[in-house]
């Protein structure tokens, strides 16, 4: 494909856009493609008219149903004029068979009501696919076009309509005055004619609007394949290159001065400046940790909520009143029903209104036990849970952390509290949050993978117990560990030793005095 020679401006248009640049296209080469399309359906519709004379409307009817078979012309032509290739009608005319000559039967058949006809004609005609490969590509172009491709043939034909009107009351202004006060006389005796007349009327409107949109689905089509393959960047690049090799050609030896000229000016610029005392680049080095830390101290980077279920879009209200056909029907309704009791000693209405009450009981029932089941783990009872037991597969080491119960001291705060004064700060707290691992799989069978992380262990802690009143202490103190865990094995950040302490007394707190 020449995009070089392509007679438009490649760019991304909206699909409307493109539309607009099909009407254009097919007024410059209107004519051409008005006879390619009129002397195919005229010669079907003589035809007609010389073999089964009485039957005026099979002529139209074929010369109708033949259309896909017509607009390949017109669309040979807007094809060759994109890429600047003009093509008479002359020559189209020749082409008629060859471009009928690939897939012409499904387009005469379950194609022919197709409302995004003139849009997807160009895969046939153009990329010669059929089958499979058509229907992949079909999807893919259908996207975000189809809905304009629609409305275009829709449009094309209320244009149809309103030419032949059109054309009907020209023929009538044309009719002396005398004589239109008469105008059913001047019919009798050849509805016919008249009807062969109406039918080749119809005929040219459809020839005329043809092109329209023959040329407007092909330069929507055109569209998407812009959007799609990116012509507009690939038109810039060969102007690049040409642009390159052009001067190139012209200044061989240019590009070695200038690099040349280009390595002098580095290496004089280079001895007029001294290098950085060792003084600074180790200050902008401690400026740019304390910067890191910073950042990292920062609540984003320990803590990620995952929220999931079922939202409505952002969409902006819109207060609206009741259409009125709507208010007619319930008002005429209750007419209805009030004829029915005054006639009939027994009404159906109560009955109704009875099977409503209970559809309506049925549905708060069903919302009540969803809702309680959805919230289960936040509702918290009178009565005390028995802990679970732990699972079978219970892991011993979690991320490089013995947490078998085994090899946990008895007095876990006592050790904590020795070791930090000891300065072994990161024995201490790892002691502290594997004892804490370890006592959330014993006591609360909890279910943590060998695979897991930190942050996924406490998002565990959180969606198994719960924020209620009596989870939200063990969910909060899970988090807070973890948080000064994290920063002490990643970032050798050391927590302050109050903190350490506050950490021994809630553990006591939750793990102690549990039964």
């Not at 594997?434 to 279910?447: E, F, K, M, V």
Request: net charge neutral; hydrophobic share 45%; charged share 20%.
């Amino acid at each position: 494909m020449q995009l070089d020679r392509l007679a438009i401006r490649a760019r991304m248009r909206n699909p409307w856009e493109s539309t607009d640049l099909g009407i254009l296209l097919a007024r410059r080469h209107w004519f051409a493609m008005f006879l390619a399309w009129l002397l195919p359906a005229a010669a079907a519709f003589t035809c007609t008219l010389v073999f089964i004379p009485e039957s005026p409307g099979w002529g139209l009817l074929i010369a109708w149903w033949l259309k896909p078979a017509f607009d390949r012309l017109p669309l040979f032509i807007a094809s060759r004029a994109l890429f600047s290739e003009p093509v008479t009608a002359r020559h189209a005319l020749g082409q008629v068979l060859s471009l009928n000559r690939l897939d012409w039967l499904p387009w005469l058949a379950w194609r022919r009501l197709s409302p995004t006809r003139s849009f997807d004609l160009p895969v046939t005609l153009l990329e010669r696919l059929t089958g499979a490969r058509r229907g992949k590509r079909i999807r893919v172009l259908h996207r975000k076009y189809a809905g304009t491709a629609t409305w275009l043939t829709l449009v094309a034909v209320h244009l149809e309509m309103i030419l032949f009107l059109a054309a009907i009351a020209v023929l009538y202004l044309l009719v002396p005055q005398q004589l239109q006060l008469d105008w059913t006389g001047i019919i009798d005796g050849h509805e016919l004619a008249a009807q062969w007349v109406g039918n080749g009327l119809y005929l040219l409107a459809m020839a005329a609007i043809a092109p329209f949109y023959v040329s407007a689905g092909f330069c929507l089509y055109i569209g998407r394949r812009i959007e799609l393959e990116g012509w507009d960047i690939e038109i810039q690049f060969r102007k690049l290159r040409e642009r390159w090799q052009s001067a190139e050609q012209r200044q061989p030896r240019a590009r070695s001065v200038s690099a040349a000229l280009l390595a002098l000016c580095l290496a004089t610029g280079a001895t007029m400046y001294p290098e950085p005392s060792q003084a600074e680049s180790i200050e902008s080095r401690e400026e740019a940790a304390e910067r890191i830390e910073e950042v990292l101290q920062q609540r984003d980077f320990h803590q990620v909520e995952e929220v999931s279920g079922w939202r409505l879009k952002d969409r902006e209200t819109q207060h609206e009143q009741l259409p009125g056909w709507l208010v007619e029907f319930i008002f005429w309704l209750a007419d209805l029903l009030r004829m029915e009791e005054e006639e009939k000693e027994y009404s159906w209405g109560p009955l109704v209104a009875t099977l409503m009450e209970v559809m309506l009981w049925l549905a708060l029932a069903i919302l009540s036990i969803h809702l309680l089941w959805r919230h289960r783990h936040r509702l918290q009872f009178s009565f005390r849970k028995q802990p679970p037991k732990p699972a079978a597969d219970t892991p011993e080491v979690l991320f490089g952390l013995d947490v078998s119960r085994e090899n946990l001291p008895d007095d876990i705060c006592g050790v904590v509290m020795e070791q930090w004064q000891k300065g072994n700060a990161r024995a201490a707290l790892g002691l502290l949050y594997r004892a804490t691992l370890s006592h959330l799989i014993n006591r609360y069978g909890l279910a943590f993978g060998d695979q897991y992380t930190e942050h996924e262990c406490a998002t565990v802690v959180e969606q198994t117990v719960g924020r209620g009143e009596a989870g939200s202490p063990l969910v909060e103190f899970m988090w807070q560990l973890t948080n000064d865990w994290q920063l002490l094995a990643y970032a050798h950040r050391l927590p302050d030793e109050q903190r350490v302490q506050q950490h021994c007394l809630r553990w006591r707190e939750i793990f102690d005095n549990e039964v």
